[in-house]
């Protein structure tokens, strides 16, 4: 910008210039240069160490230096023989090709926000994890960080998540290992089961890098998981995201990665899977398979915990499987037979839970949610976190009950029935509980009492 006489703007640029060029003399005026790195060597004449052995000191203290340069130089950070030995996805994969410059970008971006935690307890190490800034003070100079819960659990006695039987040390310690290969004291915030997601704060003077979130992932995408080794090294796996029904013993909030079979998958549970356009699409939540935690449900959780400090989630006491999400053969198959072709089918009710005593069972249809036809269990769990934080704005708090209207196709009766589901407000894991059934001794005394009249 000029004023009218294109003087006031003049003085200050010719100003600035004036700094910058009085700066570079400065930076000029304390730089020494260094000689440079020559190979000493004996001339032929000369080359005759009984002869001439001055020349030959003179030469085994010049090799000396010279060894000892070239080693400072190689050891730099810029030397060829610092660079890593196995080369990342980006580096290497021909079929990468045509992403592969917009990828470098975007994983360098990313990159920025991502650490590595450990965690001990007293003198037994339990974990190494990833995680990632998600907020910063300036006033206190204090970090957030999101990571998974696994860096403090303690006991993991089955996998199946679903019997609630994981143990967590919220007294753990928890070291931060910075970028810049310092390390600080991690301060236990929060931790909720069902997701597995923890949180952090971390004292650091200078400002973080916080991620960008992008909220919308789909199957098929491109997209790169992003971790770190024990040397702070990052780790990068290209694959595209694949979203199916969880396996029986899985939560049902997970989207899943696909990879290259060459590619290893280490060093980044609760690091980040992105985008092309380095947006954190992902948390990874390493359980049986390669499983993340979507950004969505992420950003309802990370919202939930800032406003209310903690993440509460209704319990409805099922596990589903999307009707979306199956073969398309038997998708087809229950429209042609049933003129069913969406809802989230039942396919396990918790014992003594009130969807039990309300008569569903394992196969029923849960068509709608509060009025709302819900397609997916990452849907489903978006909703009951929105439901969640109703009942928060309202006043109301944890472990509470209340109504959800669900509406139900019982599959056996072919009946279509409304109801009202009272459930629970809790931030703890969801547990199933499985009914037991009765012995095969039980069942055959049942069975000669009910038969031997007709004996």
């Known amino acids: 910008m000029y004023d009218q006489d294109g003087s006031s703007s003049m003085v200050e640029t010719n100003g600035a210039r004036v700094d910058e060029m009085t700066k570079e003399e400065e930076e000029l005026s304390s730089f020494t240069p260094k000689s440079p790195i020559s190979k000493p060597y004996i001339p032929d004449e000369l080359n005759d160490p009984t002869v001439y052995p001055e020349v030959l000191a003179a030469f085994e203290d010049a090799q000396a230096k010279y060894i000892a340069k070239l080693c400072r130089r190689t050891a730099l950070f810029t030397s060829q023989y610092r660079r890593v030995d196995a080369p990342s996805c980006l580096f290497h994969h021909e079929h990468l090709h045509h992403i592969r410059e917009p990828a470098k970008k975007a994983v360098l971006r990313a990159a920025k926000s991502i650490i590595r935690l450990s965690s001990s307890v007293g003198a037994y190490p339990l974990t190494n994890c990833c995680g990632l800034w998600i907020e910063w003070d300036k006033e206190s100079k204090t970090g957030t960080i999101l990571t998974t819960a696994h860096l403090i659990r303690s006991k993991h006695p089955t996998e199946n998540h679903w019997e609630g039987r994981d143990e967590y040390d919220i007294k753990a310690n928890v070291t931060v290992h910075l970028r810049d290969g310092t390390t600080a004291e991690g301060h236990y915030l929060y931790h909720q089961e069902h997701y597995d997601l923890a949180f952090f704060k971390v004292r650091v003077v200078e400002p973080v890098q916080l991620p960008s979130f992008n909220g919308s992932v789909h199957c098929g995408q491109d997209v790169f998981r992003l971790g770190r080794d024990q040397s702070m090294d990052l780790r990068i796996t290209h694959g595209r995201v694949e979203y199916w029904n969880p396996a029986s013993i899985e ?105 039990e005593k309300l008569g569903i069972f394992f196969g029923d249809i849960i068509e709608c949610f509060n009025g709302e036809h819900i397609y997916t269990t990452i849907e489903l769990e978006n909703m009951l976190l929105a439901d969640c934080k109703d009942h928060f704005n309202q006043g109301k708090k944890l472990n509470a009950k209340i109504d959800v209207s669900i509406q139900v196709f019982h599959t056996d009766e072919r009946v279509r029935r409304t109801i009202n589901l009272n459930v629970e407000v809790s931030d703890h894991g969801e547990v199933i509980r499985e009914s037991k059934h009765h012995s095969v001794v039980d069942f055959v005394v049942n069975l000669k009492y009910h038969i031997s009249p007709l004996l």
Do not use: Q
């Open 251 to 355: 939560r049902y909030h997970y989207m899943y990665f696909l990879h290259e079979h060459d590619d290893c998958l280490c060093d980044d549970d609760g690091g980040t899977v992105i985008d092309l356009d380095g947006k954190v699409v992902g948390l990874i939540n390493n359980h049986l398979s390669a499983s993340f935690v979507p950004s969505s449900i992420l950003d309802n959780c990370v919202d939930l915990w800032r406003n209310f400090g903690c993440i509460p989630r209704l319990h409805l006491g099922m596990k589903f499987d999307s009707i979306r999400l199956l073969d398309p053969i038997n998708v087809e198959r229950m429209w042609r037979m049933h003129n069913i072709e969406e809802g989230l089918i039942v396919e396990k009710v918790s014992k003594e839970s009130h969807a």
